[in-house]
């Protein structure tokens, strides 16, 4: 039968290529694939398969719907490898499409990493979603690095910046992937030993690499890790876009909810929003439905209450969406949210949340990692800083 979903229905121990890649446990999972650990046999190390649904490989046919993970991972891993910002990107490494039971699918492979951040965030164990600060500069830092290679060297808008895509490469990924093979064997499949199919145990829980009980200390103490941007399956070419509506719909810019040309700063406009929610353990925007507007209505009104401003009516005026949001208002001169303006409440505003619920320490720390937030929180995506600028944000030196 046809199942819905349509993720490849992966086993331990199976072999792909004519047996030059052996799975060996399952690493993770998304709307649009799963992820495995293998063990390329030719080239004696891991790597991780991320074999997208078939309704993925399906959609690659209309160019305009769906992101090509493959070209821009491509032109990451063959621009220019001695540019700071490259190892702060996924490698690349090669392809293949295969015939599953529910349809075709395409497989990228690429290195092995361990840990997403959002990973992080929830198994430290006491159900406090916030990272320390330190921590979260060390991790902005090198995503802004990322970014900047991206951005300026690639030509790609990344799209999809949020904790799931953000994962940490450790020191050495053979010695981690080896000793977690030998201590959790329940999990993975020894490539090295032939089972009958019969006996392969199929595997749906996923698992990262390295999991350990004292992720967040022991990361925060070791600092042997590299953060690395991954995920392209919702990236753009800042000069072709696959489609005009980005981003998960929370961490949405304002741009691109108002119609106008959205480029690389709405990358930048994530940043300022995951920065914010790691350091105070909830979400920065949290739009609802409401009786009397909608969704994106919410979104944009809770944008100016955060940020103590309101739109500013000649951006307004090149935005395709405006009259679906704003309308000419009899009290005031200028555009304004059209039912939202009696409700905000001035004390979601950045700074207070800071000071009310991140573990910075003192007001200085406090008004430091403000203003790197509000220079990410523009408004307007000219004034948003870019990627290379913001590395040198005093907050993070
Ligand atoms: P999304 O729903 O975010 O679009 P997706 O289907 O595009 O997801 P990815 O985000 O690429 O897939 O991968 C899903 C998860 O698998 C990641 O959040 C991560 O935890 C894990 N993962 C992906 N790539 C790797 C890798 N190379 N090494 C280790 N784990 C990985
Ligand atoms: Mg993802
Ligand atoms: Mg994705």
Not at 109 to 129: A, F, P
Request: negative net charge.
């Amino acid at each position: 039968g046809r199942n819905n979903s349509g993720y490849y229905p992966a086993r331990l121990g199976q072999s792909f290529e004519r047996g030059r890649l052996c799975v060996v446990r399952k690493l993770g999972w998304g709307q649009y694939s799963s992820v495995w650990l293998a063990r390329d046999k030719e080239k004696s190390r891991f790597v991780a398969l991320k074999i997208l649904t078939c309704d993925a490989t399906k959609a690659l046919s209309e160019p305009e719907q769906r992101s090509d993970e493959l070209s821009l991972l491509r032109k990451i891993a063959d621009s220019d490898p001695s540019h700071p910002g490259f190892p702060h990107n996924i490698a690349y490494l090669d392809f293949f499409d295969f015939l599953g039971p529910h349809g075709s699918h395409r497989c990228v492979i690429t290195e092995v990493l361990g840990y997403n951040l959002n990973y992080i965030r929830r198994h430290k164990g006491d159900g406090d979603l916030r990272v320390q600060p330190s921590l979260v500069k060390c991790v902005v830092k090198q995503v802004l690095k990322g970014l900047e290679y991206l951005h300026d060297v690639c030509g790609i808008v990344h799209a999809d910046i949020k904790h799931d895509n953000i994962l940490f490469r450790p020191a050495d990924i053979e010695a981690v992937a080896t000793h977690e093979l030998a201590t959790k064997p329940s999990m993975t499949y020894d490539c090295g030993t032939e089972l009958r199919p019969s006996t392969i145990p199929v595997v749906s829980q996923a698992l990262p690499l390295s999991t350990d009980p004292l992720i967040d200390d022991k990361i925060i103490k070791e600092r042997d890790f590299v953060v690395v941007i991954s995920d392209f399956g919702h990236s753009h070419w800042r000069h072709r876009h696959f489609q005009e509506i980005i981003q998960p719909s929370a961490l949405r810019a304002p741009e691109v909810i108002l119609g106008y040309k959205w480029d690389t700063p709405a990358d930048i406009w994530n940043v300022g929003c995951i920065v914010t929610e790691l350091l105070v353990g909830s979400w920065l925007f949290e739009p609802n439905v409401e009786k009397h507007w909608g969704y994106e209505e919410d979104h944009l009104a809770r944008m100016t209450e955060a940020l103590d401003c309101s739109f500013d009516v000649d951006f307004l005026a090149k935005c395709e969406h405006r009259n679906k949001f704003f309308q000419p208002s009899g009290v005031y001169s200028d555009w304004s949210l059209a039912h939202f303006e009696k409700h905000l409440e001035p004390t979601r505003q950045i700074d207070d949340l800071l000071r009310s619920y991140s573990l910075l320490q003192d007001a200085s720390q406090i008004k430091a990692a403000e203003r790197f937030i509000l220079r990410c929180l523009r408004l307007i995506p000219g004034e948003r800083t870019t990627a290379k600028e913001l590395a040198d944000d005093p907050w993070l030196a």
